[in-house]
């Protein structure tokens, strides 16, 4: 499905609800999802990583204390003991590789390591405390959130099973290691109640992150995305030592289009040509909506790749209309703000040369 299509079915949702988010609610809500539309980076990579983390380690540190405290250092099962001691060594293992271990340099896919690795703090947690009876079943909630929000579909595929797993199985063994017959039967409704939760407030952030990350009329990511991926695939760039391309588009006599056929058209012909753009991409491609009929375009690869490409759209333009570009290259360790200001200049210096062309700014 494309940004296009996602974007429609989330407008029709909020519109067939009746729901009208204000704009601050919406930023709210996205700047908690910043990683959530990266395709790249994952929610450990780039600015926002401790926000992001924060929850993880606060209710670490709180369900650690909350096993400790009632039971001490004089409980005389040392199991017990022993068992808490394995859940906070986990815990800070989790905590601290997400802080500390370079992320950028490492597949994405590699941070699920992190929610399952909390999952089974939290077991060990629940273990030590009698399994079913011991009250931490409710932590299974955050790293599932998490992966629901920026992980891809298959993780949190793979998680929800493995939740209710960890949350069936000491149910199953109950009479086996216990002896007795009454099951404790407090975690199944638990475990149903957190399933609907879930599937609630993740369907609403998602929809908000959305609502407040992608352009409305063109369903592209807006201005606020593109500086993010901006950020993210110049910190990248410097791990990996590879440059990628920036690119400026802007669709010619744009005002003098609207004023001749209307708004309407206006519109369509910004629809039209995101529509034709985005087929004309990669899909690891970013293509953003961040001005009036301005968009901006991040890929892989040197300027002159970048600049082969920008070509190729504007060889799209719909409507027997014209767009001029500016293209360069972001270096390893470059501001990504000054790069960015380059391929502006470019874009600049191809209108003053007459436009329906694309021009270079060397790095």
């Known amino acids: 499905m494309t940004e296009r299509a996602r974007f429609d079915k989330i407008r029709s949702g909020l519109r067939g609800s009746g729901y009208r988010l204000t704009e601050s609610m919406a930023r709210a809500f996205a700047r908690v999802g910043d990683a959530a539309l990266s395709r790249d ?20 540190l709180l369900a650690t204390v909350l096993a400790l405290v009632p039971s001490g250092l004089n409980d005389a099962e040392s199991a017990h003991v022993s ?27 590699l941070q699920v390591l992190i929610p399952f690795g909390y999952m089974l703090a939290v077991a060990l947690l629940r273990h030590a405390q009698g399994s079913a009876d011991g009250g931490y079943t ?27 797993g960890l949350i069936l199985l000491p149910l199953v063994l109950y009479e086996p290691i216990t002896g007795e017959t009454h099951y404790p039967t ?17 369907g609403a952030l998602r929809v908000a992150v959305n609502a407040a990350s992608l352009d409305v009329l063109t369903g592209l990511p807006n201005r606020r995305v593109f500086m993010a991926r901006l950020r993210g695939m ?19 006599y744009f005002k003098r289009y609207n004023d001749t056929h209307g708004h309407d ?37 040197s300027a002159a790749e970048c600049r ?11 409507h027997g209309q014209t767009a001029t570009a500016g293209v360069t290259e972001c270096r390893p360790g470059e501001d990504p703000a000054d790069a960015l200001r380059r391929a502006d200049r470019a874009l600049y210096a191809a209108k003053e040369a007459g436009r329906g062309r694309v021009m270079e700014a060397a790095a």
């Open 83 to 109: 068992t808490v001691v394995s859940a906070v060594i986990v815990f800070l293992a989790v905590c601290v590789s997400a802080a500390l271990f370079p992320w950028d340099r490492w597949p994405p896919n």
């Open 234 to 252: 110049s910190a990248e760039t410097t791990a990996r030592d590879r440059p990628f391309g920036i690119a400026i588009l802007d669709l010619d």
């Open 186 to 202: 407090d975690d199944v409704a638990l475990l149903f109640v957190m399933v609907l939760i879930i599937l609630f407030v993740v």
């Open 138 to 164: 409710v932590l299974y909630i955050l790293p599932v959130v998490w992966l629901a929000l920026y992980g891809p579909q298959w993780q949190l595929a793979v998680a929800l099973p493995l939740v209710a």
């Open 308 to 318: 082969a490409v920008a070509e190729r759209l504007l060889a799209a333009v719909p």
């Open 265 to 301: 058209a206006g519109d369509r012909l910004l629809q039209a040509a995101s529509l034709e753009w985005q087929e004309a991409i990669r899909q690891r491609d970013v293509l953003a909506r961040i001005g009036g009929e301005e968009f901006g375009l991040l890929m892989r690869g």
């Open 41 to 60: 980076g994952g929610p450990l990579r780039g600015d926002g990583r401790w926000v992001r983390l924060l929850p993880f380690v606060m209710i670490a």
